[in-house]
């Protein structure tokens, strides 16, 4: 448990890189624990099943967190920026809302995805000859949505309440729990992917229930059973502060979509044929969000540091963290785009080894399709600044740029022209037109920050 001055809040005070290191590095955990929930589940399906199991859980896993990071990022950003102003009785309000909200949404969510599971898994592009295994990874994995959203939402919050270690607890118990049964119901058991799938759930269960035992100690507010009651101008405000994030997740669905379809498409009309793109795109993907984890990571530590001492306005520690978290993430996925084009085939294989023309495509994915991955971690961290400096609209504006203003365009375009291959190359060509649009609104709100400094 960490400790704390009393009634002082070490947000407002504490050394920049001393409280980036308190808040990142469990937020890094945490992130890279909940992406590995998938990424264990295609290295085990893709071990134990093939690429065509792979490719069924590319399909349903990006419907999962769109709701929960609305709430948990908009509740985390509500409470600190209100902690920073010194008001607590309205960053209260944050928690209650957040836990309300996200159990009816997930409910219904879970219903709506079940009735209509069959049209949603072609919609999001599987196979004739993936589609069983999407409906089968698919089924289990919904019933599982209220226990996800749960964790995530709250996870959040603990986090933003100064509590990063416990935020990391609750998702690494969950992952541990998923890495363990993973191999024992694929493979032990031989229930393929609804093995995995089960797996998952059964993790992310025991992630929601410590999250409810977390309820009893928030640290900077005061939690009780009033605070579930939902009040409407509260959580219009986290909306409006967590709609960002909502767009980014409800993007990957509609990129993976369009991905999805243009893959099995044009892939038809290849060598490659169908599935071979849409598994190998979906593995290369998933790498890159683990890597995009460290740089999400380090933002999401930084935003309650940033949004605690806006409200405050302590400007210079605003802009420092932003740097200090800027040059980091920009640094990592460097180091990742090297790795990207120099060793795809050793991380290719981590996933499976099929047979060569499934393992050619892959490589080639690798190296096209990430060549310019160096920029994401600056488009991502910008985007998550901007929520929690409170801008909503430049925040969402970063949030929807590079999956859907520019990379969907390009992808039509180059697949028309190109082919598969045009898809791959669609990848750069978005994040280098993304980084062109970001730059300036960056630049644009350090010239903001001066005038306030005087």
């Keep these: 448990m960490e400790t704390t001055i009393p009634n002082r809040n070490p947000l407002g005070y504490a050394p920049i890189g001393q409280l980036m290191r308190k808040f990142s590095i469990p937020s890094i955990i945490t992130l890279i624990v909940t992406y590995l929930y998938n990424i264990v589940d295609q290295i085990f399906i893709g071990q134990g099943v093939g690429y065509l199991g792979n490719a069924a859980t590319n399909v349903i896993f990006p419907l999962t967190v769109a709701i929960a990071v609305l709430l948990g990022d908009g509740g985390a950003a509500f409470m600190n920026l209100n902690l920073g102003q010194g008001n607590k009785t309205e960053a209260s309000k944050s928690a209650g809302n957040v836990a309300t909200v996200t159990v009816v949404s997930a409910l219904a969510l879970t219903i709506i995805c079940i009735i209509f599971l069959k049209p949603l898994c072609g919609l999001l592009g599987a196979t004739a000859d993936s ?256 929520q929690a400096l409170g801008k909503p609209l430049q925040a969402m504006l970063v949030s929807v740029s590079r999956q859907v203003v520019f990379y969907i365009p390009v992808m039509l375009l180059l697949s028309s022209l190109m082919g598969v291959e045009g898809i791959l190359w669609a990848g750069p060509a978005g994040d280098a037109l993304t980084f062109i649009l970001v730059l300036p609104l960056i630049l644009f709100q350090f010239k903001k920050f001066k005038e306030m400094e005087g």
């Excluded at 759930?201 to 009651?229: M, N, P, T, W």
């Excluded at 530590?301 to 605003?318: D, E, L, T, W």
């Excluded at 996925?333 to 050619?360: D, N």
């Design 131 to 386: 589609i069983q295994y999407s409906l089968d990874y698919g089924l289990i994995i919904i019933l599982g949505f209220p226990f996800t959203n749960f964790a995530t939402s709250v996870s959040s919050l603990i986090r933003a309440d100064g509590s990063p270690r416990y935020s990391m607890a609750v998702m690494l118990s969950g992952a541990i729990t998923n890495t363990i049964l993973d191999p024992l119901f694929i493979f032990g058991f031989g229930w393929g992917v609804k093995g995995a799938a089960w797996a998952t759930v059964i993790g992310q269960a025991i992630s929601a229930v410590l999250c409810v035992s977390y309820f009893s100690r928030f640290r900077y507010i005061d939690f009780s059973s009033e605070s579930l009651k939902v009040k409407w101008n509260a959580l219009k405000k986290m909306f409006l502060l967590g709609i960002s994030s909502f767009i980014t997740q409800i993007a990957v669905v509609i990129v993976t979509s369009a991905n999805n379809i243009a893959l099995t498409t044009y892939g038809a009309q290849s060598v490659y044929g169908a599935d071979i793109p849409l598994a190998a795109l979906g593995i290369t993907m998933k790498v890159n969000q683990i890597l995009m984890g460290f740089c999400i990571g380090i933002a999401a530590g930084c935003a309650p540091i940033i949004s605690f001492n806006c409200g405050a306005q302590q400007v210079k520690r605003v802009k420092q963290t932003i740097l200090y978290g800027a040059g980091v993430s920009v640094l990592i996925m460097a180091l990742a785009t090297i790795c990207y084009e120099v060793f795809p085939l050793y991380i290719v294989k981590i996933f499976g080894t099929e047979r060569e023309l499934y393992m050619r495509f892959a490589v080639k994915t690798f190296r096209i399709y990430l060549c310019l991955a160096v920029f994401n971690g600056f488009q991502v961290c910008i985007a998550i600044f901007f």
